[in-house]
Structures are given as structure tokens and as C-alpha cells.
Nanobody
């Protein structure tokens, strides 16, 4: 069992930056691939970024590539999402998720076993 708690969301102007954190409980964090997903108002949840269990491989949704960076610190059981050059269309609730398969990070929501409660990110124009 893994519990995930996101933090770092808030209100920021377009062009600004935020850093989201996701703290995981348990001693097996380093075995999990981790992902960030987001859900905008009135829309389905979508993939944003994911990172392999070792941190050596990451993948991004096209609209965030070059602006967002996912990273992890296995010693601290934490995964991060650095978000730069934020746009109003990035406004969403951001969720972190853990994939017990580890290995190659997945874009598929159904591959993730554990989810956090989410943190709100609002980007004003």
C-alpha cells in the first residue's frame, strides 16, 4: 500500500512557475514508476508526465514538453513536477500516481495503482 500526498499548487500568473511535490509513504517507493496527471474543469483527466522507478527515463505529454520537468528523489520518497512558462490552459487539479510495475513510465491511467488527492493549479491570464 502506498499513500500519496501532493502539495505546491496555487494561483500563478501566466508565464510563472510552480513546483509540485508528491510525498509517498512506505519503503518501496523506489520500485514504483510515478506519473503526474491533470484534470481541467469539465474535462477528463489526462496524462502530463511520468518517470521510471530509477528516474532515468521520463515521458511527457506534448503540450507540456519543454515547459514541465518531472524528477524524483528516492531517498526522500518524493516526486516533483517543475512547471515553467505556465499558461491558463494548464489550470487543473494535478494528481500524482504510482505504478507498481515500475520500469518504463506509462501514459496510461489504468496502469497506475495508487493516486493522491490532487492539488489545484490555477493560472491567470
Amino acid at each position: 500500500q502506498v499513500q500519496l500526498v501532493e502539495s505546491g499548487g496555487g494561483l500563478v500568473q501566466a508565464g510563472g512557475s510552480l513546483r509540485l511535490s508528491c510525498a509517498a509513504s512506505g519503503r518501496t517507493f523506489s520500485r514504483y514508476a510515478m506519473g503526474w496527471f491533470r484534470q481541467a474543469p469539465g474535462k477528463e483527466r489526462e496524462f502530463a508526465a511520468a518517470i521510471s522507478s530509477s528516474g532515468g527515463l521520463s515521458v511527457y505529454e506534448d503540450s507540456v514538453k519543454g515547459r514541465f520537468t518531472i524528477s524524483r528523489d528516492n531517498a526522500k520518497n518524493t516526486v516533483y513536477l517543475q512547471m515553467n512558462s505556465l499558461k491558463p490552459e494548464d489550470t487543473a487539479v494535478y494528481y500524482c500516481a504510482a505504478d507498481s510495475r515500475g520500469g518504463v513510465p506509462s501514459r496510461r491511467e489504468t496502469n497506475y495503482d495508487y493516486w493522491g488527492q490532487g492539488t489545484q493549479v490555477t493560472v491567470s491570464s
